[in-house]
């Protein structure tokens, strides 16, 4: 499986921005494909997951409220839409997919990330 987001940017607090995954491939056997970020200097975290059919979806706690995780499956794209951005939302952002049965775990194939920017 091949992703490659897109949509990062420079933001202001209190906004709104919408990341784009494009996915192509070979998908017969993934189960989810999520989103995670990973802020300077912290660890790389999990932020949301949708299955592959798009009928499920989950979000890590910090999203959860002001997060979108939507699949276009005729363009066979994911999006992330997030509102209400704080600074603590900076972070290198990355698609990725998992062929596992965990939301937050396990994920074998990833993007290049996009880079959200959040000034207060």
């Known amino acids: 499986v091949q992703l490659q987001a897109s949509g990062g940017g420079l933001v202001q607090a209190g906004g709104s921005l919408r990341l784009s995954c494009a996915v192509s491939?070979?998908?017969?056997?993934?189960?989810?494909l999520g989103w995670f970020r990973q802020a300077p200097g912290k660890e790389r975290e999990f932020v949301a997951a949708i299955s592959l059919s798009g009928r499920s979806t989950y979000y890590a706690d910090s999203v959860k409220g002001r997060s979108t995780i939507s699949r276009d499956n005729a363009r066979n794209t994911i999006a992330l839409a997030i509102r209400s951005l704080k600074p603590d939302d900076t972070a290198v952002y990355y698609c990725a997919a998992t062929s596992g049965r965990s939301w937050t775990e396990g994920y074998d194939s990833w993007g290049q990330g996009t880079l959200v920017t959040v000034s207060s």
């Open positions: 491939g070979r998908t017969f056997s993934t189960y989810a």
